[in-house]
């Protein structure tokens, strides 16, 4: 199956800052990449995504971008906010199966 | 319209009881989806439905886990013989297609085993 990493796993940033999450896969296959945020008590919702075939993408104050050769892509939040905290997981689609999800990376906003 | 649905939103029961636990997919979604996360955890597959195909059952724990899916949208996950570490929530989630769309998620169901 898919082995994906991501880090930091942790990751606290004062508000205002900007925060980066990276996240690895292996499988060359994989040709959709999704971030799903998940707030404390709350259900997964997808975020943002990006296709293979697009190098960045970006809504507002959250950016995507994919390096496919080097097998990793990336969150970008700018300006974060106190409702930035939550987990947020990168469960790459090689369109064949379920995708897998991993532990997450926690982000914190201290305001 | 109406988002996907599961029931109940907590269950507790003692250890050796089984327990079914009950997913609404969205309207016209082929693919289902049931994961597990234990506090603090990330989601761990479990099992999923695509269509009239086969479902994926490659990620269920053991064979205490079942699943169905009747009729092309409701499904059911039973837990036989329940074990204190089946306590976890229970995730379902629905999509269009099984590939390259996004998952909504249902509010899970909190299972507690004593």
């Known amino acids: 199956g898919e082995n994906v990493e991501q880090h930091p796993s942790t990751l606290s940033v004062q508000e205002g800052d900007s925060a980066v999450i990276k996240c690895t896969y292996s499988d060359s296959a994989s040709n959709y990449f999704p971030w799903y945020k998940q707030e404390l008590g709350k259900r997964p919702q997808l975020i943002i995504d990006?296709?293979?075939?697009?190098g960045e993408k970006k809504d507002q104050r959250i950016a995507v971008t994919l390096n496919k050769t080097a097998k990793h892509f990336s969150l970008h939040i700018t300006e974060t906010q106190p409702e930035d905290s939550a987990v947020y997981f990168c469960?790459?689609?090689?369109?064949?199966?379920?995708?897998?999800f991993g532990s997450g990376t926690r982000l914190q906003v201290q305001p | 319209g109406a988002g996907v649905s599961q029931s109940p939103s907590n269950k507790v029961t003692e250890k050796g009881k089984d327990v079914e636990l009950r997913c609404d997919p969205i309207?016209?979604?082929?693919?289902l989806y049931w994961y597990r996360q234990s506090l603090g955890q990330g989601l761990e597959f479990l099992i999923y439905?695509?269509?009239?195909?086969?479902?994926?059952k490659s990620g269920l724990p053991s064979d205490r886990f079942s699943a169905e899916r009747t009729g092309g949208s409701v499904s059911t996950l039973t837990i036989q013989r329940t074990q204190q570490e089946d306590s976890a929530v229970y995730l379902c989630?629905?999509?269009?297609?099984?590939?390259?769309?996004?998952?909504?998620f249902g509010p899970g169901t909190r299972l507690l085993v004593l």
């Open positions: 439905f695509q269509g009239n195909s086969a479902p994926d």
């Open positions: 469960p790459p689609d090689m369109g064949r199966r379920a995708l897998t």
């Open positions: 989630a629905s999509s269009l297609r099984l590939a390259q769309e996004t998952q909504y």
């Open positions: 309207s016209g979604h082929t693919a």
């Open positions: 990006i296709r293979s075939n697009v």
